[in-house]
């Protein structure tokens, strides 16, 4: 009968763990931040493109007021939106 082979042992120093579960732990955290901030970027430059528009809809329907209710609807909601979206003048 053979001896059994002799076991052998891996030795990882400490560091190494403390960096690894620190990587674990810290990845995805900061893949949320980065995720939330273009997000956030995204948001505000899609609102700076839209207020141009706002902006001369409505300033058009300050000097031109409308007539019908439909037109004053229209007007109301669009100086809505303009506060909303943050434009200046709004």
Known sequence: MTPPPPQRTVSVPV?????GLAMVVLSPILAIVASTKISERSLA??????????I?????Y?????TTAAGKNVAESLHRLRGELGCPGG
Request: hydrophobic share 35%.
């Open 15 to 19: 560091y190494v763990l403390m960096v």
């Open 45 to 54: 430059e899609s609102n700076r493109k839209w207020c141009s528009l706002v």
């Open 56 to 60: 001369t809809l409505d300033d058009a």
């Open 62 to 66: 300050k000097e031109t007021p409308p």
